[in-house]
């Protein structure tokens, strides 16, 4: 079935990259695993709904030629490709390649070509590996892409950084012939604080858009399916550590433009994790998201959690529990979720943007 051909992929993978070529003139540069992180997961939500899954895990492969030139491919859950909601349903979350690019580094910059994480705000791109939480209502309700086909550039400078990606908009093939434009900028100073701007803006037409089945509608896409869309979407982030807090702030608001009536599109969350020791955190996190103007869309969501670090904080047992509040809605929704996060490297899930 699926889960035994994806085992097999990231075993014939790994087998790969432990053996050792027969003669050292048959081989240009070097190839190995470079990133790994499994993420098993239990998530039981009202009313009697479980289920399993493994949520952001992933596999890389990099192989590099030299200092300059390499090229990485990278194999997880398809949800982390993140195709926006207004070009169709989700994907089923099945394994795919969610990564497949070639990079070139130089005292200038670093470009990448190919399935590209995209710069967008905290939470976008290649983040798995830094995120204490799932990812906020903005990225789970598809708004922002957080990897795509196209070309990406990052530059750095004594702790400010520019990262520039011009990309196809819809997760995978280029159906409406309009690019997008990412930008992401910033300041880290000495590991502590995190600074940032970052906006995404593009446009979409029908051949994108009004796709089957015919039961997607533009309330499911957030657009009118049938007419053109210009998009703007910025966001503003600040992430703070000084032992034993945590603080990630992050604020997003959106236009999108059609002939039919303007939508505007806002969300904000906070995000306080308390760490009294080496071996536990305490979790909490208050998400906004309002998706437009109409009347009672907006969610509040409360999360509350509880996580145990292993000697080397490569593992990671986390404990959520959240309650999402709807607009004028009685019936609140509550949820429960149990997140192993396992991977290799020692101190991975703590590290810079």
Partial sequence: GMKRSALMIFAGLIALCAVSPVRAAETLGD??????????????????RGQFDVGRSYLAVTWTR????????????????????????????????????????????????????LPYGWEGGDSEHRLSLPRSQLFRNRIVNIRDHGVSYHVGFEGYFSD?????????????????????SGWEGARFLRLGLSGTTGSTNAAS?????????????????????????ANAFLNWEVNPIEVTLEATAGNTFQDSGDRELRAVHLDLNF??????????????????????????????GLAWKGKYRNSVLYVLGSKQVLENVPLNVHKAEIIWRMTPSANSFRSPL
């Fill in 31 to 48: 190839i190995g695993v470079s990133g790994l992180l499994l993420e098993p997961s239990f998530r039981f939500e009202e009313p009697r």
């Fill in 66 to 117: 030299d200092p300059s030139v390499s090229a990485s491919i990278k194999l997880g859950s398809r949800s982390l490709i993140g195709k926006p909601a207004r070009y169709g349903p989700a994907a089923t979350d099945d394994i795919a390649v969610i990564e497949a690019y070639a990079q070139l580094e130089s005292a200038f910059g670093r470009i990448r070509a190919g399935l590209v994480p």
């Fill in 164 to 184: 520039w990606a011009i990309h196809n908009g819809e997760g995978g093939p280029d159906l409406d012939n309009d690019m997008w434009f990412t930008l992401r």
């Fill in 209 to 233: 858009t009004n796709l089957t089945p015919a039961t997607w509608t533009s309330a499911d896409a957030g657009l009118s399916i049938g007419e053109r869309a210009k998009i703007r979407i």
């Fill in 275 to 304: 760490v009294p020791n080496e071996s536990v955190s305490w979790l909490t996190r208050y998400d906004i998201f309002d998706p437009s103007t109409a009347p009672n869309d907006r969610s509040d969501e409360y999360t509350l």
